[in-house]
């Protein structure tokens, strides 16, 4: 007798449609003063739909699922219907091209991710006690969903590796990318963090440092309360900068900060840095209940090291001093290294509707695998961290190994 448990989906057009408290039963399971995730909250996947920064005319439409046993929800996922591949961070570009010379339509695609945010979590949301009946239901809800709509693919972006672990095993396509980390190995501050590294770095921070704060800023670190209507109205302006530079036009809306200044503002961290009474850059955090997650950086002219002082060393500081095990620094960026931050595999799943597309990419991404893998263990034994010598052995052992 089978007495597996009778599973629904539903497909969700908007968060709203689902109670915060029954998908926080699932994102934020504990309910702790500060969530193990901030991005994956109902109130923050909300901001970006009451903002218009995903939605209709953004190529970002949600389509989010819900699994329900027995009228309970048990299990939900972050998703959308996707008409580019922008605001990814996992670029899947020579894919749609290869897929359209092809003769195929890459474009909708259906995307697991929190849009514009490179940040690593769990993308399956399932009830404590739910984990294998909760994501083996949201996989087959996803393909259900992709081949009733003529969907290419499916992408689950930035997961952990306990999923992608998981949906490999399922029959998902498995992609490792990388990023840059630092992790904190109990330090008592940011001195005892400097005397883990090598003379030659430890004084180039130092000098990075000094330099910052020779011209004169001075650097707030904000939160709750403290963040005021006046500092979103300065790093909107900073923010637009960034987003004209890098992206041609910026993914949030000032919508965006005006919600997360009424419902996210315990989750932020926001440094800010003034000269004679004056805003001149600031730096955007999210406060996981372990990890400090840096999102995005603006300024208003260009100050010497600010950026590393703000971006890189005040994360630091913050995380030494409220005990956080690590801080995520966002895509890319191998400048990061000499800073501390040591490069670590990041995990995707994905699935593609034609057999022999998927075959070619499988290929690919074995071999790419690979190279992720060889790069990672090259790029941190250049890392900046003190070499020591092994008692046992007599030979160089790195003194800067990651998680």
């Given at each position: ?47 970006l ?25 048990i ?125 030659r ?48 036009t ?49 300024c ?16 630091i ?40 597309f ?11 695998r ?34």
């Amino acid at each position: 007798m089978d007495d597996s448990p009778t599973i629904e989906i539903d497909v969700l057009a908007a968060i709203e449609d689902l109670p915060a408290k029954d998908w926080d039963a699932c994102a934020d399971p504990e309910n702790a003063a500060r969530s193990d995730n901030p991005f994956t909250t109902h109130r923050f996947l909300k901001a970006l739909e009451d903002s218009g920064s995903v939605g209709k005319g953004t190529g970002w439409q949600p389509r989010h699922l819900v699994a329900r046993a027995q009228g309970e929800v048990i299990a939900v996922m972050p998703l959308y219907g996707k008409s580019h591949s922008q605001g990814e961070y996992i670029f899947d570009h020579n894919w749609a091209h290869a897929y359209e010379r092809a003769g195929g339509r890459y474009y909708p695609k259906l995307q697991s991710a929190i849009p514009f945010t490179p940040a690593t979590g769990r993308r399956f949301l399932t009830r404590p006690g739910w984990d294998g009946i909760g994501r083996a239901a949201l996989t087959d809800g996803a393909i259900q969903l992709a081949q009733g709509n003529g969907v290419s693919s499916i992408h689950i972006t930035f997961c952990t590796e306990a999923e992608f672990d998981a949906g490999g095993n399922a029959g998902l396509l498995q992609r490792t990318s990388q990023q840059f980390h630092w992790n904190n190995r109990q330090y008592s501050d940011f001195e005892a963090f400097l005397a883990d590294l090598s003379s030659r770095k430890r004084k180039a921070i130092r000098k990075e440092r000094r330099t910052a704060m020779a011209s004169g800023v001075t650097v707030s670190g904000l939160t709750g309360d403290d963040i005021k209507p006046h500092h979103w109205d300065a790093f909107w302006e900073f923010y637009q900068d960034t987003g004209d530079r890098k992206w041609g036009t910026p993914y949030l809306t000032r919508e965006f900060f005006e919600e997360a200044h009424a419902h996210l503002r315990n989750d932020i961290l926001l440094f800010f840095a003034e000269m004679d009474g004056q805003p001149v850059a600031g730096a955007l955090n999210f406060l996981g209940q372990n990890v400090l997650y840096g999102r995005y950086w603006g300024c208003r002219y260009e100050v010497p090291c600010l950026h590393f002082e703000m971006c890189y060393y005040q994360a630091i500081d913050f995380a030494i001093e409220n005990n956080l095990e690590r801080v995520e620094a966002g895509a890319q960026g191998s400048h990061k290294l000499a800073r501390g931050y040591l490069p670590v595999p990041t995990y995707s799943l994905h699935w593609v509707a034609d057999e022999g597309f998927a075959k070619a990419i499988s290929q690919y991404l074995e071999a790419e695998r690979e190279a992720i893998d060889e790069e990672i263990e090259i790029v941190t034994n250049y890392g900046p961290f003190r070499k020591v010598m092994s008692e046992n052995e007599g030979g160089a052992a790195h003194g800067g190994e990651t998680e």
